[in-house]
């Protein structure tokens, strides 16, 4: 089930940048929309943001205005920038992809592909 692959994690200070990539390591499957959960210890997988090739953009409320989701022109690859980085942001961060999707896509439950995830750890 597992075919996706995160990069970009790491340590960063309060206030600094960190920016995820997530490729589809299967090329002959494609996937109109990608997005980003992250969970942190004994919290539940919450939703970050969604990015659709056909022009739709989700974001959960806590990240808005900091961090910016986008997809690449092969629809193979989505990025979040992630700026302001707060501690609390402090969590593994799991790319999910779905080849057809309905209204927002926030339900981890609506996406049947997912990586592995990439710790961020931000701290004060």
């Known amino acids: 089930q597992v075919q996706l692959v995160e990069s970009g994690g790491g340590l960063v200070q309060a206030g600094g940048s960190l920016r995820l990539s997530c490729g589809n390591s299967r090329r002959s499957v494609s996937f109109t929309i990608m997005g980003w959960f992250r969970q942190a210890p004994g919290k539940d997988r919450e939703f970050v943001a969604a990015f659709s090739w056909s022009g739709s953009t989700y974001y959960a409320d806590s990240v808005k205005g900091r961090f910016t989701i986008s997809g690449d022109n092969a629809k193979t690859t989505v990025y979040l920038q992630m700026n302001n980085l707060r501690p609390e942001d402090t969590a593994v961060y799991y790319c999910?992809?779905?080849?057809?999707?309905?209204?927002?896509?926030?339900?981890?439950?609506?996406?049947?592909?997912w990586g592995q995830g990439t710790q961020v750890t931000v701290s004060s």
């Open positions: 999910a992809a779905a080849r057809g999707f309905i209204g927002t896509m926030q339900s981890r439950y609506e996406y049947p592909y």
